[in-house]
C-alpha cells in the first residue's frame, strides 16, 4: 500500500440509517446487529452471509467456525466474515483482437467493532472492509468485457475490476443515534453503499449489468475514498440525507494525497417509506448530486438527479424501477437512463429475476454520434448451501454503442458466491 502524506479530514455526509435492534437469529447472530448503509454496507453484508438460509443442501461443515464467531461476537463486540465472488462471462461477439470471454474475483474480509451500544439502537463502531478484485487464469477481467465488445453504459459486468489491489479499502467510525433512527459515518468510505443506495444496488443479488446495480447516470469515485455520510429520519416515514466524498480516490490505493486537489463528489437524498421496520422493502428515494471538475484528469464539472424506488409485493415478488438524469459531465456513463425488473422468491432459497434498462451513453464521456443502448437480464440464483450460491446469467444488449457492426450481443455468465 502506498504510504499516506496527508491527514484524514473529518468530513460529514449523510447515508439512510438503518441502525435498530432486531430479534438474534442467524448462524452466529449477527442478525441483531445494528446496520448503516445500503446493502453493501459491512454490517449488512455480514448479515447476509449470516442467514438461516433454506437451501439445497444441508451441510454442517462450518457450524462450529459460526459457533465461534458467535461466541467472539458476544465477548469482545467484533464480528467479521469472508466473501468470494467468482464470475465466468462469454459474449457472443467482440471488437478485433478482443477477447469476448472474462473470468475474474472479488474478494472480502470485512468487519466492524462495537465499542459502544445502548438499548434503543445507539451505538458507536469501527468497521472495516479488506478488498482485491482481479481477474483469473489469463482472461481479462469482466469489468473489461465491456470495452472489449463494444458496449458503453450498460457494462455487463463492470464491478469485476482487474486493477483493484488488496487494500484497506473501508475503515470508519460509524455512529448512530435518535434512538437508532439516525447515524453517521466518516473515514474511507465505499460510495456505493450509501450514493442511491436501494436493495438491488449489490453484488449479491440477481443482476450483473450496470443498468440495475448502479444507476448510469450517477458518477462513481474509488472505493475508499476519503468522505462522510449521514441520515436521519425527520418524520416516521420520511429521511433526509447528505454525502461527501474525495471525487479523486483510486480504487486499490491507500492514498489520502488526491484529497490535497479539493474535488469532491457530493450529494443530498430524500426518501419516503411506510415505516421504519419497512425501509429496506418499501420505498422511494430521490438523490441529487453535484461533481467538481477533476482538473489533473481532465474530467468537467457534472451534475444530475436520480429516482430509486422498491416495494415488496409479498413474500414472493419484490419489483423495482429506477432512472434518472445527468448533464453528461463528471465522467458519468449516461445522461439519461432507466431500469425496471422484479425478484421472484421460489421454493428451497432460490430466486429468478428479469429486468430490462435503457440508457443514452454520455456524449462528454464515450464522444458524439452514438446509440442508445437497451439490456435484458435474467438469471437464476440457486442457494446449493446456506453459504454457497451459483446463478447462472443470460444478458443481451442491443444497438452496443462502440460496435456498430452487431445490432446485438449476447453475454452469458456464471457467478458463485461464498460467503462465511
Do not use: C
Not at 464522444?367 to 448451501?385: H, N
Amino acid at each position: 500500500m502506498k504510504k499516506t502524506t496527508a491527514l484524514i479530514i473529518a468530513v460529514l455526509a449523510w447515508d439512510l440509517p438503518a441502525l435498530a435492534q432486531e430479534q438474534r437469529t442467524g448462524q452466529a447472530g449477527y442478525q441483531d446487529v445494528p446496520e448503516f448503509g445500503g446493502p453493501e454496507s459491512v454490517t449488512e453484508q455480514l448479515k447476509r452471509a449470516d442467514e438461516l438460509r433454506d437451501a439445497l443442501y444441508s451441510w454442517p461443515f462450518f457450524d462450529g467456525y459460526f459457533d465461534w464467531k458467535r461466541q467472539v461476537q458476544d465477548d469482545y463486540g467484533v464480528a467479521f466474515g469472508l466473501y468470494f465472488y467468482g464470475l465466468y462471462q462469454q459474449a457472443s461477439d467482440s471488437l478485433p483482437d478482443r477477447d469476448d470471454d472474462a473470468f475474474g474475483n472479488i474478494f472480502r474480509f470485512l468487519g466492524n467493532w462495537t465499542l459502544w451500544k445502548k438499548d434503543n439502537g445507539n451505538l458507536g463502531r469501527i468497521e472495516w472492509r479488506v478488498e482485491s478484485r482481479s481477474k483469473w487464469g489469463g482472461f481479462q477481467a469482466p469489468g473489461s468485457l465491456a470495452g472489449a465488445t463494444g458496449i458503453a453504459a450498460l457494462a455487463p459486468g463492470f464491478a469485476y475490476s482487474e486493477n483493484f489491489d488488496m487494500d484497506l479499502a473501508v475503515i470508519n467510525w460509524t455512529q448512530g443515534f435518535a434512538n437508532g433512527k439516525a447515524g453517521y459515518a466518516v473515514g474511507r468510505l465505499a460510495f456505493d453503499v450509501y450514493l442511491d443506495a436501494f436493495p438491488f444496488q449489490t453484488f449479491s443479488k440477481g443482476y450483473l449489468n450496470r443498468s440495475f446495480v448502479l444507476n448510469p447516470t450517477i458518477p462513481t469515485t474509488g472505493v475508499g475514498a476519503l468522505g462522510g455520510v449521514v441520515k436521519g429520519f425527520v418524520t416516521d416515514n420520511i429521511w433526509l440525507g447528505a454525502q461527501i466524498h474525495d471525487a479523486n480516490a483510486a480504487s486499490g490505493k491507500f492514498d489520502f494525497d488526491t484529497v490535497q486537489e479539493g474535488e469532491w463528489l457530493k450529494a443530498v437524498e430524500i426518501g419516503y417509506t411506510p415505516s421504519f421496520d419497512q425501509r429496506k422493502t418499501q420505498l422511494v428515494q430521490f438523490t441529487y448530486w453535484d461533481k467538481d471538475e477533476r482538473s489533473l484528469a481532465g474530467v468537467s464539472r457534472g451534475s444530475g438527479w436520480a429516482v430509486s424506488a422498491a416495494w415488496k409485493l409479498n413474500n414472493t415478488y419484490f419489483p423495482f424501477v429506477r432512472f434518472g438524469h445527468s448533464d453528461g459531465g463528471g465522467g458519468v456513463a449516461a445522461e439519461d437512463a432507466f431500469s425496471a425488473g422484479v425478484e421472484i422468491s421460489r421454493p428451497r432459497g432460490a430466486t429468478w429475476t428479469i429486468g430490462a434498462g435503457w440508457a443514452q451513453p454520455s456524449e462528454e464521456t464515450f464522444g458524439a454520434g452514438i446509440d442508445d443502448e437497451t439490456v435484458i437480464e435474467t438469471s437464476y440464483k440457486l442457494q446449493i448451501s446456506k453459504n454457497f450460491t451459483l446463478m447462472p446469467d443470460a444478458q443481451i444488449i442491443f444497438n452496443p454503442a462502440d460496435n456498430q457492426d452487431e445490432s446485438s450481443i449476447w453475454i452469458i455468465g456464471v457467478r458463485a458466491i461464498l460467503t462465511l
